[in-house]
């Protein structure tokens, strides 16, 4: 059976891909870095990793998704109001 790819290409004007449902994370090289994205319950873990080693990550963050809701909303509220205004 064949694997199905982690990322989903995207034509839109904020992103290029998307993590496909069903996958929990994918592998990303950047010149001599390497990203590890993680989707987890509550958001997405972001690891960075020098290119061809086991150890630890050099970098990490992370963000979750009501977060991100929730700036949506504030965004959306805030293009609302200055609409409304003019």
Known sequence: MKEKRALIAKQSAFNDYELRPGANSVWIAVD???VHVIRTDEGVVADIYPENTEC????????????ALEAMENYANAISQNKQAK
């Open 32 to 34: 001599k870095l390497v």
């Open 56 to 67: 630890e990550a050099l970098a990490s963050t992370y963000a979750f998704t009501n977060e």
